[in-house]
């Protein structure tokens, strides 16, 4: 049987210890490269893009879209993705993804909390719309 002095210091005890804990940081960032936009003169008013996306360790994405089709060529390391309604799939050097201009990327992820990652993306979009537009 517990005393009162006991029931009053347990949530003492887990306050002082949720007052003790760091707030939980946001994943690292990753760093974007463009390599090249080119018009695609056979179909008026777009464009592909091609970028190199490098995740830190732990590095992530913010969910977003694209408003494009996008085609993921994985350079280095693992990596993490789905788009809304879609499964998790991880991906290693080699390996491909696709979405599509109407999909939510809601998942893209360094599969590694320790070592980089680096994948290519092709985006075949609208001339002159950005590369990723953050969504809920």
């Given at each position: 049987?517990?005393?009162?002095?006991?029931?009053?210091?347990?949530?003492?005890?887990?306050?002082?210890?949720?007052?003790?804990?760091?707030?939980?940081?946001?994943?690292?960032?990753?760093?974007?490269?463009?390599?090249?936009?080119?018009?695609?003169?056979?179909?008026?008013?777009?464009?592909?893009?091609?970028?190199?996306?490098?995740?830190?360790?732990?590095?992530?994405?913010?969910?977003?879209?694209?408003?494009?089709?996008?085609?993921?060529?994985?350079?280095?390391?693992?990596?993490?993705?789905?788009v809304r309604g879609g499964k998790e799939v991880?991906?290693?050097?080699?390996?491909?993804?696709?979405?599509?201009?109407?999909?939510?990327?809601?998942?893209?992820?360094n599969a590694s909390s320790t070592r980089p990652?680096?994948?290519?993306?092709?985006?075949?979009?609208?001339?002159?719309?950005?590369?990723?537009?953050?969504?809920?």
């Open positions: 049987m517990k005393t009162t002095a006991t029931r009053a210091l347990v949530p003492l005890l887990l306050s002082l210890l949720w007052v003790g804990q760091p707030a939980m940081a946001a994943p690292p960032e990753p760093k974007v490269t463009l390599l090249s936009t080119e018009a695609l003169p056979d179909y008026p008013g777009k464009e592909a893009q091609m970028i190199v996306v490098e995740y830190p360790p732990g590095g992530a994405d913010p969910v977003h879209r694209h408003d494009a089709h996008g085609i993921v060529y994985v350079l280095e390391g693992s990596i993490v993705m789905a991880t991906l290693q050097a080699g390996q491909t993804f696709h979405e599509g201009p109407h999909d939510i990327h809601t998942v893209g992820r990652a680096k994948f290519l993306v092709l985006l075949l979009k609208n001339q002159g719309a950005p590369l990723l537009t953050p969504t809920k």
